[in-house]
């Protein structure tokens, strides 16, 4: 019975995974039977400078969540005060708004000082990938026995060498966890980026510009590249993550 139990769940299951790989396996598998076209637009400059662009931004994004993230995740993790639950509300709010509302709310409230620029593609990236990070911080403190901390505290440690040496390496795998998360999000972030830096162009934005100028044909090449550069970078973190 418990054999059938598993089968059962594990089929349902790989009904949600099916949906997910089948649809990037057709992509590539399409584009690969147009080699020529594929390889040319590894040679295109545009190409190249959209998707450097893409991975310079995303991994700003990701050290600039991690610097006000973790410390905030640590606070919501150790400490109960008024109004906590509103600041974890808060937290999770970027994950229901539309995105392209959330670029019409930047622009509104940066105005020019975010349009067109490398400062605005990260605004849009930060606001919609932050909760990733903050959540898995503090989940990663959460899971931390606070006792191991106090020991330190007795011995003489401060507040601060408790956290660097004690808390922080112990919640590590969550940060880590919650860092690759956090890349991943801001690299597919489109609606936001959108609205508010048109240019410098990201690879996201060249494919909804060549699938609309050009069709779906021109703006395949560039899908597929950011598919596979997506799922190796994200491997790899996943790998380095596990590893740490």
Same mark, same amino acid.
């Given at each position: 019975?418990?054999?059938?139990?598993?089968?059962?769940?594990?089929?349902?299951?790989?009904?949600?995974?099916?949906?997910?790989?089948?649809?990037?396996?057709?992509?590539?598998?399409?584009?690969?039977?147009?080699?020529?076209s594929f390889v040319k637009t590894l040679?295109?400059?545009?190409?190249?400078?959209?998707?450097?662009?893409?991975?310079?931004?995303?991994?700003?994004?990701?050290?600039?969540?991690?610097?006000?993230?973790?410390?905030?995740?640590?606070?919501?993790a150790r400490e109960d005060f008024r109004?906590?639950?509103?600041?974890?509300?808060?937290?999770?709010?970027?994950?229901?708004?539309?995105?392209?509302?959330?670029?019409?709310? @930047?622009?509104?409230?940066?105005?020019?000082?975010?349009?067109?620029?490398?400062?605005?593609?990260?605004?849009?990236?930060?606001?919609?990938?932050?909760?990733?990070?903050?959540?898995?911080?503090?989940?990663?403190? @959460?899971?931390?026995?606070?006792?191991?901390?106090y020991v330190a505290r007795t011995l003489?440690?401060?507040?601060?060498?408790?956290?660097?040496?004690?808390?922080?390496?112990?919640?590590?795998?969550?940060?880590?966890?919650?860092?690759?998360?956090?890349?991943?999000?801001?690299?597919?972030?489109?609606?936001?980026?959108?609205?508010?830096?048109?240019?410098?162009?990201?690879?996201?934005?060249?494919?909804?510009?060549?699938?609309?100028?050009?069709?779906?044909?021109?703006?395949?090449?560039?899908?597929?590249? @950011?598919?596979?550069?997506? @799922?190796?970078?994200?491997?790899?973190?996943?790998?380095?993550?596990?590893?740490?």
């Amino acid at each position: 019975m418990r054999d059938r139990f598993l089968i059962s769940f594990t089929l349902i299951g790989f009904v949600i995974v099916g949906f997910v790989v089948i649809p990037i396996f057709v992509t590539v598998l399409m584009q690969m039977s147009d080699a020529e076209s594929f390889v040319k637009t590894l040679k295109d400059p545009l190409v190249l400078e959209s998707v450097k662009n893409s991975l310079l931004t995303a991994t700003a994004t990701t050290l600039i969540a991690a610097a006000f993230g973790i410390p905030l995740g640590y606070v919501l993790a150790r400490e109960d005060f008024r109004g906590k639950s509103l600041i974890q509300g808060i937290v999770d709010l970027p994950i229901v708004i539309p995105h392209s509302v959330v670029g019409i709310m @930047l622009v509104v409230t940066f105005s020019s000082a975010i349009l067109d620029n490398y400062l605005g593609i990260v605004a849009a990236m930060l606001f919609v990938s932050s909760p990733f990070m903050i959540n898995a911080a503090r989940d990663g403190f @959460l899971s931390i026995d606070e006792k191991l901390e106090y020991v330190a505290r007795t011995l003489g440690a401060s507040r601060l060498r408790v956290f660097l040496t004690v808390s922080l390496p112990l919640a590590s795998k969550s940060i880590l966890s919650g860092a690759v998360m956090t890349w991943a999000r801001a690299m597919s972030e489109v609606g936001a980026i959108l609205i508010i830096a048109y240019y410098p162009k990201t690879a996201q934005i060249l494919v909804i510009e060549y699938f609309a100028n050009y069709g779906l044909k021109s703006a395949m090449p560039i899908a597929v590249l @950011l598919i596979l550069l997506s @799922l190796t970078v994200f491997a790899f973190l996943r790998w380095l993550s596990a590893k740490a």
